[in-house]
């Protein structure tokens, strides 16, 4: 009898200690979520550099190309991360997103809705794809309501494509690098500063270093 309750209790202590271990929170280090954290403000400051020089007409067909290059990263995401469970209504946010950055207006403001509204759920690299399906099947809608509109006549820029899509494959890049960020730093360090941009990069390479030297210290002996 004793036997029999000891054996069941080490059973049930390996069974928690292997569900903790599998923690996506848990299991990434702080400095990979600053080094992420650090890639995501790069990435998110300068995703609109490669279309400066070419014309986009309205933007309805640009944003249609870069929401192409977004969820091109989702789908890479999505098989990293061994297709996990898809959660529909993170489409709700991909479709706020789009429908506030149309034209490439200041909508894009809504960015914070919609993290709040995407992002906050752990782990928060598993809504990634169906986040950015939402944004992609958005902004097919849109163009084609466009075109229908326009009589099939609308007005496109093929330079804009290449350029285009490449400045969605750094925007998606970016948020995937900020959602891999709150794996291990919340949102209350990351969202601060990957909005605020360039002039915190001297803070995070402080805290890049203070995080790689810190373990180091601890174990030097005070002698």
Same mark, same amino acid.
């Given at each position: 009898?004793?036997?029999?309750?000891?054996?069941?209790?080490?059973?049930?202590?390996?069974?928690?200690?292997?569900?903790? *271990?599998? *923690?996506?929170?848990?299991?990434?280090?702080?400095?990979?979520?600053?080094?992420?954290?650090?890639?995501?403000?790069?990435?998110?400051?300068?995703?609109?550099?490669?279309?400066?020089?070419? %014309?986009?007409?309205?933007?309805?067909?640009?944003?249609?190309?870069?929401?192409?290059?977004?969820?091109?990263?989702?789908?890479?995401?999505?098989?990293? %991360?061994?297709?996990?469970? +898809?959660?529909? &209504?993170?489409?709700?946010?991909? @479709?706020?997103?789009?429908?506030?950055?149309?034209?490439?207006?200041?909508?894009?403001? !809504?960015?914070?809705?919609?993290?709040?509204?995407?992002?906050?759920?752990?782990?928060?690299?598993?809504?990634?794809?169906?986040?950015?399906?939402?944004?992609?099947?958005? *902004?097919?809608?849109?163009? &084609?309501? +466009?075109?229908?509109?326009? %009589?099939?006549?609308?007005?496109?820029?093929?330079?804009?494509?290449?350029?285009?899509? !490449?400045?969605?494959?750094? @925007?998606?890049?970016?948020?995937?690098?900020?959602?891999?960020?709150?794996?291990?730093?919340?949102?209350?360090?990351?969202?601060?500063?990957?909005?605020?941009?360039?002039?915190?990069?001297?803070?995070?390479?402080?805290?890049?270093?203070?995080? !790689?030297?810190?373990?180091?210290?601890?174990? +030097?002996?005070?002698?």
């Amino acid at each position: 009898m004793t036997n029999f309750i000891t054996g069941t209790t080490t059973n049930a202590t390996v069974h928690v200690m292997t569900s903790s *271990s599998t *923690s996506p929170t848990d299991s990434t280090p702080l400095v990979i979520g600053y080094v992420a954290a650090l890639v995501s403000t790069r990435f998110f400051g300068s995703n609109f550099l490669p279309v400066k020089k070419f %014309r986009s007409g309205n933007g309805i067909f640009f944003q249609w190309v870069l929401c192409s290059g977004v969820w091109s990263t989702g789908v890479m995401c999505f098989a990293i %991360r061994g297709f996990p469970t +898809y959660r529909p &209504l993170s489409m709700i946010g991909g @479709w706020i997103w789009c429908t506030g950055s149309i034209g490439m207006g200041k909508g894009l403001l !809504v960015w914070g809705a919609v993290w709040l509204f995407t992002g906050g759920p752990h782990p928060g690299l598993d809504y990634i794809f169906p986040h950015f399906t939402g944004i992609f099947m958005s *902004s097919t809608a849109y163009l &084609l309501v +466009y075109c229908a509109l326009a %009589r099939n006549n609308p007005i496109i820029y093929p330079n804009i494509i290449l350029p285009g899509f !490449v400045s969605g494959l750094m @925007w998606g890049t970016a948020c995937i690098a900020f959602f891999h960020a709150n794996s291990s730093l919340s949102e209350s360090i990351t969202f601060p500063i990957i909005t605020t941009g360039w002039k915190n990069y001297a803070v995070l390479t402080i805290a890049i270093s203070i995080g !790689v030297q810190a373990p180091f210290l601890l174990d +030097y002996p005070n002698d």
